[in-house]
Every structure is written in C-alpha cells, then in structure tokens.
C-alpha cells in the first residue's frame, strides 16, 4: 500500500469539532475535557473493542474513574450543561458502553438520588455515590413494560410497619449484576402510585441475571432482576419518590444524556470513517478522493454538527432552567435518528471491514441501536413531541 495523501495523525478538525462549540466553554472547562480526552485515549479506547467482543465490562476502570472525579459534573461540581453533555459525548466517542455505564450510574442512579431523596438521605448515600465506592443501577423498565411503564409498573411495593415489601420483576438493567445498590420503582399497592426505592443488592430475596447474547453495548452488564418478598427499610424509600410525576423528573434530564450519546456516536463513526477513507486504497489511490465518498463523510459530518447545535442550544436552556419535556424528546428523536443514517453510511465507507470489530466501525454501528432504543423509543418521543404541538395525544 502506497502512502496516504496525508498525515494521518494531523487530520484538519481533528477534534471532530467544526463549528467550533467548545469555544462556548469556560477556559477551566476546556482544560478538564482535555484531561478528559488523554484520559480516554490512554484508558478506554484501547481495551474498548475487546471488553466488547467479550461481553465483559472492566472493571479496573472504576478505580480509574473515581480518580478522575467526575462524578455529578453540575450539581456537584458547578459545571455547565453544555460542558456536562460534551463530555458525556466524549465518553461515547470513545466507548458507547463506558459512557453507558456512565449513564446509568451517575445519570440515572445518582440523579434519582439527588432529585429525590431527602436532604438526611443524600448526606448518607451520595459520599459513597460519587466516589464510586457504592455503584448503583436504576430499575425502571419490566420483562411486559417498557413504554407503557408509566402506567403498567407492574412491580409492587406494601408497606408493613417500618418496612416494605418488594415483589416483582425489572429487565435491561444496567450495572445490575455487579451494583451494590439499585433504585426500583415499584406501584403502591394503598394508592396506587409508583414509588422509588434505595435496594441493597445483597438484600434476601433480590436476584440480578445477566442477559447473554446482546448485539449491542456487549460490555454493558444488562440484567434480569427479580424481587421476591424483598424487605426494604422505611429510611430506604425516597422522600420526593412518590408518583411517576416525580419519575419524570429524572427522566426528563437523562434523556438529554442519551441525546448527547447519539452525537459522541456519531463522532466515533466519523472519527474512524474519515480515518480509514485517506488511509484505504482502491485504484491506486484513497478512497477519500472519490466524490461519492467525501459525499458520504460530508453527510455524516453535518448530521453530527446539526445533532451538536440542538443539544448546544438545549443544554443553555437547561442551565437557564427552562427546558421542557417535549424539546428533551425532540432531541433524543431527532439525534438518534441522525445517528443511524451517519453510522450506517460510515458502515458502508468500510465495504467488507466494516462488518467486522477489528476496524471499530462494527461496534459503533451495533452500538448505536441501543442508543437508538433506550430512554425512550423513537416513536414514543416523536409523539410525546407532537402531543405538544398539536395539543392532542396519539398515546393511548
């Protein structure tokens, strides 16, 4: 193979970003995602495609993790939205499962508790939660639930005296076969109302499965759980957990974090796209000097800066604290969807390599349709978007 026509290593917008949003963070932000970067190249990205075809997560990471505090970047560390969610796709360009264990730890879990628990209940979890001493896991969806779980939580929960009582059943649980502690959302049987629950893992009657043969974030470690007579004390119900209303509030935010995913995804597709395009050989020469091909890596490139912009702007009106539900479902809709395209057409850059781990498109490609599918499906929020435009809902 002759040389490329370029320096590999010295590709121009090699940081992916081409309208330059970083420059809308703080100088001390930009120096924190730098640290983010090399901490990624060094650590994530070459154990990434193994751990991956392995279906194992590593778990020597987490020490690492904990060292590089990065844990509740906004309440906890004053961090903006914007910078908080470059991150969170940062970590997705580097390894979609990492940045999903991310998500379910310190978005789902840590967020539950932050909005949540009361303020005795915080002092006592969440020094263990940001340290990552405590690893947690959020367990919403059901084997028969998943859009439908707002009002078909089929999980239950009784109270008897300073107790409670769990019975039920959780699935595609993050995290679950290895956390200390898990947040389930079981119905009230006195009310009727879904209610959070702080769960110890090693709590008689609680069982995690692993769910084997996944296509998709293999080294995620998705679980089954079951709860069987699980005692859960009064002090371990959430204060603020008592209605789906309450729910939302978490959800509404970590959707946001599955949007910034479907942009670090694209990223990573264009990233390795671009790469193997100057570097690829046909004909005598790089396939990047043929015009269907810089069409392709063009159409990527402005799928992912239009996905960047809509997650820019709705990261400010988080910050400004006027956000709402329907632009946080627009976005995981329509950045999703842009994904798909851009993966696909990176797929398709690749020929024959591209069906296959050892050129990384294979894995972000399978990767991006779980991103595609969790924290709400496509079509869900396509309708819990247009319910707010039209004033009517196609939501039964």
Same mark, same amino acid.
């Given at each position: 193979?002759?040389?490329?026509?370029?320096?590999?290593?010295?590709?121009?917008?090699?940081?992916?970003?081409?309208?330059?949003?970083?420059?809308?963070?703080?100088?001390?932000?930009?120096?924190?995602?730098?640290?983010?970067?090399?901490?990624?190249?060094?650590?994530?990205?070459?154990?990434?495609?193994?751990?991956?075809?392995?279906?194992?997560?590593?778990?020597?990471?987490?020490?690492?993790?904990?060292?590089?505090?990065?844990?509740?970047? !906004?309440?906890?560390? %004053?961090?903006?939205?914007?910078?908080? #969610?470059?991150?969170? @796709?940062?970590? /997705? $360009?580097?390894? +979609?499962?990492?940045?999903?264990?991310?998500?379910?730890?310190?978005?789902?879990?840590?967020?539950?508790?932050?909005?949540?628990?009361?303020?005795?209940?915080?002092?006592?979890?969440?020094?263990?939660?940001?340290?990552?001493?405590? !690893?947690?896991?959020? %367990?919403?969806?059901?084997?028969?639930? #998943?859009?439908?779980? @707002?009002?078909? /939580? $089929?999980?239950? +929960?009784?109270?008897?005296?300073?107790?409670?009582?769990?019975?039920?059943?959780?699935?595609?649980?993050?995290?679950?076969?290895?956390?200390?502690?898990?947040?389930?959302?079981?119905?009230?049987?006195?009310?009727?109302?879904?209610?959070?629950?702080?769960?110890?893992?090693?709590?008689?009657?609680?069982?995690?499965?692993?769910?084997?043969?996944?296509?998709?974030?293999?080294?995620?470690?998705?679980?089954?759980?079951?709860?069987?007579?699980?005692?859960?004390?009064?002090?371990?119900?959430?204060?603020?957990?008592?209605?789906?209303?309450?729910?939302?509030?978490?959800?509404?935010?970590?959707?946001?974090?599955?949007?910034?995913?479907?942009?670090?995804?694209?990223?990573?597709?264009?990233?390795?796209?671009?790469?193997?395009?100057?570097?690829?050989?046909?004909?005598?020469?790089?396939?990047?000097?043929?015009?269907?091909?810089?069409?392709?890596?063009?159409?990527?490139?402005?799928?992912?800066?239009?996905?960047?912009?809509?997650?820019?702007?709705?990261?400010?009106?988080?910050?400004?604290?006027?956000?709402?539900?329907?632009?946080?479902?627009?976005?995981?809709?329509?950045?999703?969807?842009?994904?798909?395209?851009?993966?696909?057409?990176?797929?398709?850059?690749?020929?024959?390599?591209?069906?296959?781990?050892?050129?990384?498109?294979?894995?972000?490609?399978?990767?991006?349709?779980?991103?595609?599918?969790?924290?709400?499906?496509?079509?869900?929020?396509?309708?819990?978007?247009?319910?707010?435009?039209?004033?009517?809902?196609?939501?039964?």
């Amino acid at each position: 193979m002759s040389k490329p026509a370029v320096d590999l290593n010295n590709l121009p917008y090699a940081d992916g970003d081409f309208y330059g949003f970083e420059q809308l963070l703080t100088d001390s932000e930009r120096e924190r995602l730098q640290v983010l970067r090399e901490f990624l190249d060094k650590e994530v990205k070459p154990i990434a495609v193994d751990c991956w075809n392995r279906a194992e997560f590593p778990h020597e990471l987490i020490p690492k993790l904990a060292a590089l505090d990065i844990m509740s970047p !906004i309440r906890r560390q %004053g961090h903006s939205n914007v910078f908080a #969610g470059i991150c969170h @796709a940062e970590f /997705t $360009r580097a390894d +979609a499962s990492i940045a999903t264990f991310l998500g379910a730890h310190d978005g789902l879990f840590t967020g539950t508790i932050e909005e949540l628990a009361s303020e005795e209940q915080k002092a006592a979890w969440l020094p263990d939660i940001y340290s990552l001493k405590k !690893i947690g896991a959020f %367990g919403l969806t059901e084997p028969l639930g #998943g859009s439908d779980v @707002a009002g078909g /939580t $089929r999980t239950t +929960a009784v109270r008897d005296g300073d107790n409670w009582i769990l019975n039920g059943a959780k699935r595609w649980i993050g995290n679950a076969t290895f956390s200390d502690w898990v947040v389930i959302f079981a119905r009230d049987l006195a009310d009727n109302q879904v209610k959070a629950f702080l769960v110890d893992t090693t709590t008689e009657g609680y069982s995690a499965t692993k769910i084997e043969n996944k296509t998709a974030l293999r080294s995620v470690q998705n679980a089954d759980i079951t709860l069987e007579n699980v005692v859960v004390p009064d002090f371990f119900k959430l204060a603020g957990g008592n209605s789906f209303k309450d729910v939302n509030k978490v959800l509404k935010v970590t959707r946001l974090s599955v949007a910034w995913q479907a942009v670090g995804q694209q990223m990573a597709a264009f990233d390795v796209a671009r790469r193997y395009a100057v570097e690829r050989q046909q004909f005598g020469r790089p396939i990047a000097s043929f015009q269907l091909v810089q069409d392709q890596l063009v159409k990527m490139l402005g799928n992912t800066v239009s996905s960047m912009g809509m997650m820019i702007r709705l990261a400010q009106l988080e910050d400004l604290g006027v956000a709402k539900d329907e632009q946080s479902a627009l976005a995981k809709a329509f950045t999703t969807a842009r994904m798909r395209e851009s993966v696909a057409m990176g797929r398709g850059i690749f020929g024959g390599n591209g069906i296959v781990t050892d050129y990384g498109m294979a894995k972000i490609f399978a990767d991006a349709e779980a991103i595609y599918s969790y924290e709400g499906t496509y079509e869900i929020n396509t309708l819990v978007t247009g319910r707010a435009i039209t004033g009517i809902s196609a939501i039964v």
